[in-house]
């Protein structure tokens, strides 16, 4: 079933690929995000779900930013296609989240900004996260804690999605922090963004005790 699951988020997302920076929601998060990161000591970034690569655009804005090393992951040729037009010296590579295509302990950062609720096998998410991480690095995700379906529907009629959104395994810290605790990482900082519709839990997440 997990590989029904990615194919449809494919299939999904490729059909989206020539719209999805139109939408304002996702420009604004991908900037608060931007944002909420900590750059100190980043010199390698991986982006996963990256989509259109619109955190890594953010990023690249950012004081110091276009001196990074930027890598991102999507399961979807289509988006990955509008990311490179945006971003032609970013490592950009059609991989599944749960296998990455990357050695040990090679970023100091990664990102996963509204994708954990569409990637089935979250433990082997995030343990490939914990490995590609160098010892003092950190993740940072985009989870939604209040999702206002009625506002993405008016915004794309007829979209309702074929495959499980798990909103509420990210939704608060407390969900989070039981998601990636086997990886030996935790939340460490928090904050929210909305748009006026949909609410995210913006979170760092680091090794160390609990």
Do not use: K, N
Request: charge should be negative.
């Amino acid at each position: 079933m997990s590989d029904d699951v990615v194919q449809a988020v494919r299939d999904r997302f490729d059909h989206r690929a020539p719209s999805y920076d139109g939408s304002a929601m996702h420009r604004d998060l991908a900037a608060a995000v931007a944002a909420f990161v900590d750059l100190d000591g980043v010199a390698d970034v991986l982006d996963v779900a990256t989509g259109t690569g619109l955190v890594l655009r953010a990023l690249r804005e950012r004081p110091g930013g276009a001196d990074l090393r930027l890598v991102g992951v999507d399961v979807s040729a289509g988006m990955l296609a509008v990311a490179r037009e945006h971003l032609p010296g970013a490592d950009l590579r059609e991989a599944d989240a749960r296998d990455l295509p990357l050695p040990d302990a090679c970023v100091d950062l990664v990102t996963c900004v509204t994708g954990l609720h569409l990637i089935p096998g979250t433990p082997a998410v995030v343990a490939q996260w914990a490995r590609v991480l160098r010892p003092a690095g950190r993740v940072v995700t985009a989870t939604f804690a209040s999702y206002d379906p009625a506002q993405h529907h008016r915004e794309q009629p007829g979209s309702q999605p074929p495959y499980p959104q798990r909103h509420a395994e990210f939704a608060t810290v407390e969900a989070l922090d039981a998601q990636v605790a086997a990886a030996g990482l935790t939340v460490v900082r928090h904050g929210t963004w909305t748009d006026g519709h949909d609410v995210l839990l913006l979170a760092e997440l680091a090794r160390g005790a609990r």
